[in-house]
Nanobody, 118 residues
């Protein structure tokens, strides 16, 4: 069982930056990967970025070159650095964890709102 808590969302101007943080607790040993999802108004939830246990990262095409996912194992934290933000990045961002032995994202945070004004 993993508990996740996001923070760092807010209101930012187009072209600005934010860093989202996710604190993990509980059965951290069971995590095989961490990721960030987002869901904008009237849109489906999409997987934005992932980082595997081995450090491999993936990004959705729309954020490549602008967003960076990273982790700090000593602090049980994962981050999403978001630069050159656009209004279309406006969404609720969710931290998620994938458990060892599965291909599903079974643990979720409460979400943090990111709003980018034009």
């Amino acid at each position: 069982q993993v508990q996740l808590v996001e923070s760092g969302g807010g209101l930012v101007q187009s072209g600005g930056s934010l860093r989202l943080s996710c604190a993990a607790s509980g059965s951290i040993f069971s995590i095989s990967a961490m990721g960030w999802y987002r869901q904008g108004p009237g849109k489906q939830r999409e997987l934005v970025a992932t980082i595997s246990r081995g450090g491999t990262t993936t990004y959705v095409d729309s954020v490549k070159g602008r967003f960076t996912i990273s982790r700090d194992n000593a602090k049980n934290m994962v981050y999403l650095q978001m630069n050159s933000l656009k209004p279309e990045d406006t969404a609720v961002y969710y931290c998620s964890a994938r458990s060892i032995g599965t291909m599903t994202w079974g643990s979720w945070g409460q979400g943090t709102q990111v709003t980018v004004s034009s």
